[in-house]
């Protein structure tokens, strides 16, 4: 078999990108030629992660099936979050732990996906079930993707087999997981220099809901006010990518890592569902969301069941 691609979604964080380069480690450790690629720019915090463990970042790509017979999707099911060519290439594995949604083959595959807070958690286990040692600089990267997910294990998708994995990945890695963390929280949560657009496309993820297609962005800060301070330039840009790609919903979900809690920011035709979803109270198109900062397990659910009414 000719080159396997490994990538998780576009607009890629720290999950996609250490998860990618930790299994295509292991697929070539197990013989197959596999390379992790990006489908999407580097974040702040990931760049961290990668420094710190001494890793460049994977390659970026816009279309995989013209450079491989098969791919493997790490963090990631959804075909409008894949590659733009994903029907158009044998997809062999996927390894994931959110819902699965418009995903289908025509082939068998591999597919492993669990109810747990990163994908490095599953990819600890595969390591594990193969026989492989994790060496420490993977060891580092596999940590920080379950930090980031969990927002330093604070997040309700903190599971107890991502508390195990942590705990031997940071072992493996010799780092102190609560220090390391927060360093890498924080190299992340400086939004102040952002573009408008950096800030819109850093973690946002499309989906579809009750026949509407929806764009959940998030963005994690230790201050509010740096994403506010220019509310109105952003409305006028998400009004904008809500005409050109016909959505119904726009949320912005900004993150507070300090007081665990989102204020989002909600435009669209469905923004008053949205909000009322979740029974909250929207004033010039903000909504305070209380103790919410996971997308994957506290707002996902909740606009899928509220917007497929």
Same mark, same amino acid.
């Given at each position: 078999?000719?080159?396997?691609?490994?990538?998780?979604?576009?607009?890629?964080?720290?999950?996609?990108?250490?998860?990618?380069?930790?299994?295509?480690?292991?697929?070539?450790?197990?013989?197959?030629?596999?390379? &992790?690629?990006?489908? #999407?720019?580097?974040?702040? !915090?990931?760049?961290? +992660?990668?420094? $710190?463990? @001494?890793?460049?970042?994977?390659?970026?790509?816009?279309?995989?099936?013209?450079?491989?017979?098969?791919?493997?999707?790490?963090?990631?099911?959804?075909?409008?979050?894949?590659?733009?060519?994903?029907?158009?290439?044998?997809?062999?594995?996927?390894?994931?732990?959110?819902?699965?949604?418009?995903?289908?083959?025509?082939?068998?595959?591999?597919?492993?996906?669990?109810?747990?807070?990163?994908?490095?958690?599953?990819?600890?286990?595969?390591?594990?079930?193969?026989?492989?040692?994790?060496?420490?600089?993977?060891?580092?990267?596999?940590?920080?993707?379950?930090?980031?997910?969990?927002?330093?294990?604070?997040?309700?998708?903190?599971?107890?087999?991502?508390?195990?994995?942590?705990?031997?990945? &940071?072992?493996?890695? #010799?780092?102190?997981?609560? !220090?390391?963390?927060? +360093?890498?929280? $924080?190299? @992340?949560?400086?939004?102040?220099?952002?573009?408008?657009?950096?800030?819109?496309?850093?973690?946002?993820?499309?989906?579809?809901?009750?026949?509407?297609?929806?764009?959940?962005?998030?963005?994690?800060?230790?201050?509010?006010?740096?994403?506010?301070?220019?509310?109105?330039?952003?409305?006028?840009?998400?009004?904008?990518?809500?005409?050109?790609?016909?959505?119904?919903?726009?949320?912005?979900?900004?993150?507070?890592?300090?007081?665990?809690?989102?204020?989002?920011?909600?435009?669209?035709?469905?923004?008053?569902?949205?909000?009322?979803?979740?029974?909250?109270?929207?004033?010039?198109?903000?909504?305070?969301?209380?103790?919410?900062?996971?997308?994957?397990?506290?707002?996902?659910?909740?606009?899928?069941?509220?917007?497929?009414?």
């Amino acid at each position: 078999m000719s080159k396997v691609l490994v990538f998780g979604h576009k607009n890629p964080d720290t999950d996609s990108i250490t998860s990618a380069i930790a299994y295509a480690h292991l697929k070539n450790e197990l013989g197959m030629e596999a390379e &992790a690629v990006r489908l #999407g720019e580097v974040n702040d !915090e990931t760049a961290y +992660a990668l420094e $710190k463990f @001494g890793f460049e970042a994977p390659r970026p790509v816009k279309l995989v099936a013209g450079e491989a017979d098969g791919v493997i999707l790490v963090d990631h099911n959804e075909f409008q979050q894949s590659a733009d060519d994903i029907a158009d290439v044998k997809i062999l594995e996927v390894v994931d732990h959110h819902r699965i949604a418009n995903f289908e083959t025509a082939d068998p595959l591999y597919y492993r996906a669990e109810p747990v807070g990163c994908t490095a958690t599953i990819l600890n286990k595969l390591y594990k079930e193969n026989g492989i040692g994790i060496p420490a600089e993977i060891a580092g990267l596999m940590l920080s993707a379950i930090i980031s997910d969990s927002l330093l294990f604070k997040s309700p998708t903190f599971t107890g087999e991502d508390r195990k994995a942590a705990d031997e990945l &940071a072992e493996i890695a #010799g780092v102190n997981a609560e !220090e390391y963390g927060l +360093a890498m929280l $924080k190299a @992340g949560a400086d939004l102040s220099k952002k573009t408008l657009e950096e800030l819109v496309n850093m973690d946002a993820k499309e989906f579809e809901m009750g026949g509407k297609k929806v764009v959940i962005a998030q963005v994690n800060t230790v201050d509010i006010h740096d994403v506010l301070s220019r509310k109105k330039e952003l409305e006028d840009l998400l009004y904008r990518v809500i005409a050109e790609r016909e959505l119904g919903l726009y949320m912005l979900a900004i993150t507070d890592i300090l007081n665990n809690d989102s204020t989002v920011l909600v435009l669209g035709s469905e923004a008053q569902a949205a909000c009322g979803a979740f029974n909250v109270p929207m004033e010039d198109n903000l909504a305070v969301l209380k103790g919410i900062v996971s997308r994957k397990k506290q707002i996902v659910p909740v606009l899928t069941e509220a917007l497929s009414k």
